[in-house]
């Protein structure tokens, strides 16, 4: 994609036009708009929550957030679609906990871990 391309992607993107809109509007595949918006993204320096541009500390893990304040807003509002929690029953003392979705998880706490190996001895 030009240079100029992709300025004109991001101004129609902002003006709420779909990629495929985009993609009809330059002559060029939807999946190419697709590719160039998910690249500027993950190169994007700015705050998930409020959009401030963050300095990155170079040889260290690219930051997401600003503060604190906006990881914590961000999460408590996007709860719902990244919780991959389940419903398990724990095989030491068969209540329910919930947990990441795992195959080896099996008991809510060490203790029921460590009696659940001493009932199976």
């Known amino acids: 994609m030009t240079t100029e391309e992709k300025r004109t992607v991001e101004l129609l993107r902002q003006n709420g036009k779909s990629n495929a809109e985009i993609a009809e509007h330059l002559h060029i595949s939807p999946n190419t708009i697709k590719s160039y918006l998910k690249r500027k993204k993950r190169s994007d320096n700015s705050c998930l929550m409020c959009g401030i541009t963050i300095t990155q500390t170079p040889h260290r893990k690219k930051k997401k957030f600003c503060s604190d304040q906006c990881r914590q807003k961000y999460w408590r509002k996007n709860a719902g679609r990244t919780s991959t929690m389940k ?12 947990a990441y979705e795992s195959k080896q998880r099996k008991f809510c706490s060490l203790l029921c871990y460590h009696g659940g190996i001493a009932d199976e001895q």
């Open 87 to 98: 419903e398990v029953i724990c095989a030491g003392c068969g209540k329910k906990f919930y």
